[in-house]
């Protein structure tokens, strides 16, 4: 009987050692502050987008991914100061109705999902809900992708991409020259 009672006590005694080394998930969910944006060109001409390298693109295929930069991440992001605004501004003279230094966010479109390879997928951030008015309060970990809608004239472009936050911060970066 004596013997039944300490073993019964020993896995009492490992039942709570155990419970009390389990770890709860507290990387799930956070609060963030977005430090600046990294910039990637594609070619979106093939089955899938390439980066381009040799700085040309059919004006028909371009594709641009802004990726949030921030200390840490979370599986969900909430923003410390939300995202406000979201400007592409053109850094050369676009057409006739957008001169350099128009804002021409307009004439981008986000870019589905469903068209990217996993690799893409997987980075994928479908959180802009600024064309609805709402300001961007959470992402996930992941890119925007918006792909070029309007065909510039024949030339060079450069574009200057702008995230604003409501503390009035604004996250830039330029693109590298691309011929069309």
């Not at 001409?45 to 059919?58: D, K, L």
């Not at 100061?81 to 021409?104: K, Q, V």
Request: aromatic letters at 14%; proline letters at 6%.
């Amino acid at each position: 009987m004596k013997t039944k009672n300490i073993f019964y006590a020993g896995l009492c005694a490992l039942f709570m050692l155990t419970s009390a080394m389990c770890c709860d998930d507290d990387d799930s969910e956070g609060i963030i502050e977005l430090t600046g944006i990294k910039l990637n060109q594609y070619n979106n001409t093939g089955a899938y987008p390439v980066i381009i390298e040799n700085g040309q693109c059919p004006k028909e295929a371009y594709l641009i991914r802004i990726s949030p930069i921030s200390e840490y991440y979370y599986s969900t992001n909430i923003l410390k100061s939300p995202i406000i605004a979201f400007r592409i501004i053109t850094l050369t003279d676009f057409n006739e109705d957008y001169p350099a230094g128009s804002d021409i966010y307009k004439l981008f479109k986000e870019y589905p999902p469903m068209l990217l390879n996993e690799n893409f997928r997987e980075h994928y951030l479908s959180s802009d809900c600024l064309d609805k008015g709402q300001p961007i309060t959470t992402i996930t970990w992941g890119d925007f992708y918006k792909v070029l809608l309007t065909y510039p004239q024949p030339g060079n472009y450069q574009f200057r991409i702008e995230l604003e936050t409501e503390d009035g911060n604004i996250l830039s970066e330029e693109t590298e020259v691309i011929l069309y």
